[in-house]
């Protein structure tokens, strides 16, 4: 019998998260309390490219859509092609044999949160990058901090400009050590923050799964 279940696939965000080097930490603080104010209240400082984030066009392109320009119906995407590829910390992601009429490619490196070189994550080339954007993706996403590297800065802008420039999503820093092979992943839905003029967004990302 065919089970449908749903898994989250993105991190809690805090405070204390590991970021990309030169990222501003979130800040959360309590407002108020029940103890002085009868309530508990937070005001909350994030900045957009920390934890389990999407990247729009705007965050390299003048004339690029902020996520307010967006409806929900283009962060759901039902025809998912995971990649899992064999890439050591640091090292360049190679990609091959991918498959036209999908929208979104999901990159599984296994570098996510919990592995000791997180922080010297993986990286998209140029090539690569191009060579993505010659199939129907609207949306690439990967469970290590970035698909850029800290050390190749400039490869990492140019691999943005290029994936952004043909509406490419980027979606990083996901959680996908529950995919499986045996579970279809068969729907990814993807809930940004509809903040007016924000150029990238932290979001809860929840997959819908077939078992059995």
């Known amino acids: ?20 080097p030169g990222n501003p930490r979130n800040k959360i603080v309590e407002t108020n309390t029940i103890d002085k104010d009868g309530f508990v209240a937070h005001k909350l400082e994030l900045f957009t490219h920390n934890g389990t984030h999407i990247d729009l066009p705007s965050h390299y392109l003048k004339t690029g859509k902020d996520v307010t320009a967006y409806n ?17 910390p640091g090292g360049k992601i190679e990609i091959s044999n991918l498959e036209k009429e999908k929208d979104l490619l999901l990159i599984k490196t296994d570098l996510s949160r919990g592995n000791e070189d997180y922080l010297n994550p993986p990286f998209i080339d140029e090539e690569t990058a191009k060579y993505i954007v010659g199939f129907d993706f609207k949306c690439l996403g990967i469970d290590c901090l970035s698909v850029s590297n800290p050390n190749h800065i400039k490869i990492g802008e140019r691999v943005h400009k290029i994936l952004l420039k043909n509406d490419i999503f980027i979606l990083e820093d996901l959680n996908l050590s529950d995919l499986d092979s045996n579970r279809k992943l068969f729907r990814l839905y993807v809930i940004p923050f509809f903040i007016k003029g924000i150029e990238s967004s932290p979001c809860t990302v929840f997959g819908k799964f077939k078992q059995g």
């Not at 089970?3 to 998260?17: A, F, H, I, K, M």
């Not at 962060?75 to 590829?85: A, C, E, P, R």
């Open 72 to 88: 929900i119906n283009d962060f759901i995407f039902k025809k998912i092609l995971l990649k899992k590829v064999d890439v050591k």
């Open 1 to 20: 019998m065919e089970v449908l279940e749903y898994t989250r696939l993105s991190y809690d965000l805090g405070d204390q998260d590991p970021i990309f």
